[in-house]
């Protein structure tokens, strides 16, 4: 690995490196170039990708296809002012058409999936007004801006709730996480107690607008729900008039199997948000898909926000050539057979490691969650711990560098979670490199001798992954 400590010091000492405090602002690896599934340094050292960076990378690198539409936009049209229309936004469009969910037909354009819940939250309070809360969950991420932020349920909620730069009326349901029940009940004698809760709570809060959820958990999980979960939510959501809002920033873009996590349940929400894989991220990008009475409400109500960039050309262009790599990918039929072999050698490796305690996920989304004991199921690190302690998840993570991985690591999982273009041979190489990191963890388990938890495998067998 080059020592790039002087090369990057410009750029280091000059930029805010995101989340972190700004003199541990180093960034550990100058990436030269990036091909597939590999990251590349300067000295032309591989790294095997296996997050698609932040989830995101869903095509890989260097993919020819969307590099060259973004080209040709390039010389025909980079910019104009969004009061006009143009061949970009036709095409962006028609093919986001062809792969939302029924019923979703009107789309705001903005630049990120922060952006894209922002514009869903000023949409739910403007369409739903009187009624103005929303109901999120405990475990969650819906981004870096105060509507985000606020709505997020993880570690990071409490920067914007201490330094109140948050929003007002957000409320928190109890999650569906099989594996940590937050009723201490078991499925399916739970009766899915975590979504009946939220009707409750509708009835007993008042005034609720919405319930705004990720259908597969992204940074704080990868929590699947039991497969009753979501139609039950979106028929709670009709009983009592809320909207049902999904954020499919992360979870979107055939990361779960389908084009969207609530294709697996067939479940048509009210307001879909989308960013990331929209683009496979080779531009920036963010999405708020209405459909129904939301739709209808702005034929006669002024839509009263909007960005100098929304419906950029130069971005768009590169939707309708995602969305065209996408359907190759599904039709060649290695999303569905590298997932299962994906989800099969991390069920081994969690044979190899007792730190393992669940393993839990669907498609190319998986998490490995880290813990000390698989009969208490404690945890080496909890949330509070996040952002004020040294992780070991994050130790992890560190050592899968230097060995030729980027991994993501959460406080108490690792996101397995590769481009969808990654081969049999590519998952090899990776697992490989967990197999020798996890011991890490391992040195530090105490001995139980019981199998850990795959606390989705009975819900994702039923699906037509
Ligand atoms: C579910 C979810 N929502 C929103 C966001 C925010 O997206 P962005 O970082 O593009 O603003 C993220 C980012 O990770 C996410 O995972």
Redo the contacts with the bound molecule.
């Keep these: 690995m080059t020592d790039n400590k002087e090369m990057l010091k410009g750029f280091t000492d000059h930029s805010y490196g995101p989340w972190k405090k700004q003199k541990d602002w180093k960034a550990p690896v100058c990436v030269a170039k990036a091909e597939g599934v590999h990251l590349y340094d300067e000295d032309g050292k591989p790294y095997i990708d296996f997050s698609s960076q932040?989830?995101?990378s869903n095509l890989g690198h260097g993919n020819k296809a969307i590099i060259d539409a973004i080209h040709r936009q390039a010389d025909e049209l980079v910019y104009v002012a969004p009061v006009f229309a143009h061949k970009s936004g036709e095409r962006a469009t028609a093919a986001l058409m062809s792969v939302m969910p029924e019923g979703l037909n009107k789309f705001f354009f903005s630049t990120?999936?922060?952006?894209?819940?922002e514009s869903a939250v000023q949409i739910i309070r403007q369409c739903m007004s009187p009624s103005h809360k929303i109901i999120a969950r405990y475990h969650?991420?819906?981004?870096?801006?105060a509507s985000?932020m606020t709505l997020t349920g993880g570690p990071r909620h409490r920067f914007a709730e201490r330094d109140r730069y948050g929003i007002e009326g957000v409320i928190f349901a109890p999650d569906a996480y099989c594996y940590r029940c937050p009723f201490g009940q078991k499925y399916p004698e739970c009766n899915i107690r975590c979504a009946e809760y939220v009707d409750h709570m509708i009835k007993e809060e008042g005034n609720v607008a919405a319930v705004f959820i990720?259908p597969v958990v992204?940074?704080n999980g990868k929590q699947v729900p039991p497969p009753e979960y979501l139609p039950r939510l979106r028929q709670i959501c009709d009983e009592n008039g809320v909207l049902l809002v999904v954020?499919?920033?992360?979870?979107g873009w055939y990361r779960t199997g389908p084009a969207f996590a609530v294709d697996n349940w067939k479940v048509k929400p009210d307001i879909l948000?989308t960013?990331?894989g929209c683009t496979g991220s080779y531009t920036?990008v963010?999405i708020t898909a209405t459909g129904g009475k939301v739709t209808d409400y702005y034929e006669d109500n002024m839509i009263y926000f909007g960005f100098t960039y929304t419906m950029h050309p130069l971005m768009m262009a590169a939707i309708p050539a995602a969305i065209s790599e996408y359907s190759k990918l599904q039709a060649s039929g290695i999303l569905t057979r590298v997932s299962k072999y994906l989800q099969m050698r991390l069920y081994e490796l969690q044979e190899r490691h007792e730190c393992i305690g669940d393993v839990r996920g669907i498609g190319h989304f998986w998490a490995l969650e880290l813990v000390k004991n698989r009969k208490t199921r404690e945890l080496f690190n909890v949330k509070a711990d996040k952002f004020y302690k040294k992780l070991l998840a994050d130790r992890i993570a560190a050592e899968a560098l230097k060995k030729g991985m980027f991994i993501m690591s959460w406080y108490d999982h690792l996101t397995v979670a590769p481009p969808l273009i990654i081969t049999e041979e590519e998952v090899d190489e990776g697992i490989k490199i967990l197999d020798e990191v996890l011991e890490i963890a391992d040195k530090e388990v105490e001995h139980t001798g019981i199998p850990g938890s795959r606390s989705s495998e009975e819900f994702i067998k039923s699906l037509p992954l």
Excluded: Q, R
């Design positions: 932040f989830m995101c990120s999936g922060s952006l894209a819940n969650s991420y819906h981004g870096g801006t985000g990720e992204g940074t954020d499919e920033v992360m979870s948000t960013a990331k920036p963010g």
